[in-house]
């Protein structure tokens, strides 16, 4: 691709330039802990309330259209995220990242715990549309300082630990969404005032995101970054694009899984969970793998995509539950790997100026893929007759992806 970064460029794999912030020492320690906290908050909005939306149902089963209107609940953070995260991307790179993500985290506890004191279903989708604002904000100022403050291998490393810290808190989450809820369908909504906590951590904390371009000081060039040539539109394209597929292939597992053991006849939720477990813990093992493998990401694309075509045609051809358990953690494996190498793909492409803006760009690509995941494989589902087929197009696709990535690799400058 025209203007972005080799597989062998610095932007990837140089750890030799100086990072701009200390990669030691407890402030250190610190600023990489509230970068991934903050990264978790999306997540935090988009499994917490699933387990009590049985009991949202019933509370609100008056209310015309609340079969429907509920899980709008769950999903439309999603969806406002994904439509907004672009404009909260060109606002980072205005007004600067670590502002906007104070902000936002105040804003984040305010819209998340606003359905405790709310009455109307209506106000309470309202408020969780609020929220998938709050959450464009936040996902990409976190995504984006990581790229500000690493460089090389490190920035490799904590986009594969971002990966893996929303991976396992999405377990961590549904586990607490279901034990709060419990005690009545409105108790979860409390958590989200956590980031009440982060906010003025990340204010004292976090060095200012704008620091770089306050000094005028080239600082992404000398760490290998590619020059400002104007905003990379063309080569940022193909990663958006690879990314809002690979988020369908990111969340078939987490959530088809159910329903795919259930057509096996397994009926069992502690069965489901632990299965539900067992692959997450196989998306933290593929992030943990690429963090340690000491290559660039683009030259593996066509592999991760291949392994996780491989694990969709296992669970394609399963005909019992730990075969499909086997072939959901393989394809965990491989998206596992997936996430970080395209985050890192994307970041290799922008400049200091304009690493908002991609991050937006990406993030709005990626969770786009996520809200539509679920409808892609009810089409599939109708066309072919089975989840189980639907998932195997979808394995197919990733096939035929990793094919066209590797016989146009090398041909791209």
């Known amino acids: 691709m025209p203007g972005s970064a080799p597989p062998s460029s610095p932007a990837a794999v140089d750890d030799t330039a100086p990072p701009p912030v200390p990669v030691s020492g407890p402030a250190h320690l610190l600023r990489v802990t509230l970068l991934m906290a903050g990264s978790c908050l999306p997540i935090l909005g988009a499994v917490l309330i699933a387990p009590v939306l049985p009991k949202m149902q019933d509370h609100f089963a008056s209310v015309p259209g609340a079969e429907a209107l509920v899980p709008l609940a769950l999903t439309v953070p999603a969806l406002a995220l994904a439509l907004l995260a672009p404009f909260a991307g060109v606002i980072v790179d205005r007004l600067g990242r ?25 106000a309470i989708i309202a408020s969780r549309a609020l929220v998938g604002v709050a959450e ?20 490799v490393k904590y986009l594969a630990l971002q990966t893996m810290c929303a991976s396992a808190s999405a377990t961590v989450f549904f586990v607490l969404g279901g034990a709060a809820g419990s005690a009545g369908w409105r108790v979860p909504f409390w958590v989200y005032a956590v980031s009440l906590l982060l906010a003025p951590l990340m204010a004292s904390a976090l060095p200012g995101g704008t620091a770089r371009a306050e000094t005028g000081a080239d600082e992404g060039a000398a760490a290998g970054e590619p020059a400002r ?19 369908m292939v990111f969340y078939t597992v987490p959530v088809e899984m159910s329903y795919l053991l259930d057509d096996l006849g397994v ?11 067992a692959a997450s813990a196989a998306t933290v093992g593929g992030a943990v793998a690429f963090a340690r493998l000491k290559r660039s990401p683009e030259p593996m694309l066509p592999a991760v995509f291949a392994v996780c075509a491989a694990g969709f045609g296992v669970m394609f051809l399963a005909g019992s539950a ?61 066309a072919v007759g089975s989840l189980a087929g639907a998932v195997g197009l979808l394995g197919l696709a990733s096939a035929l992806v990793a094919a066209a990535l590797q016989l146009t690799r090398g041909r791209t400058p």
């Open 267 to 277: 009926e069992n939720s502690g069965v489901i969970g632990l299965a539900t477990a």
């Open 229 to 247: 040539r104007g905003f990379p539109w063309r080569q940022l394209a193909g990663v958006c694009a690879l990314t809002f597929f690979g988020a």
């Open 98 to 122: 670590k502002r906007l993500l104070v902000v936002a985290t105040v804003l984040y506890a305010a819209f998340g715990t606003a359905p405790l004191w709310l009455d109307s279903l209506g």
């Open 136 to 155: 464009a904000a936040i996902m990409t100022c976190c995504t984006t300082l990581i790229g500000d403050y690493y460089t090389g291998r490190r920035r």
């Open 322 to 382: 730990p075969v499909l358990v086997v072939g959901a953690v393989v394809n965990c494996v491989g998206t596992g790997m997936l996430l970080p190498a395209l985050l890192t793909s994307a970041m290799s492409r922008l400049a200091f100026a304009d690493r908002g803006r991609g991050t937006g760009l990406w993030t709005a690509a990626f969770f786009g893929g996520e809200f539509v995941c679920p409808l892609v494989l009810l089409a599939l589902k109708a």
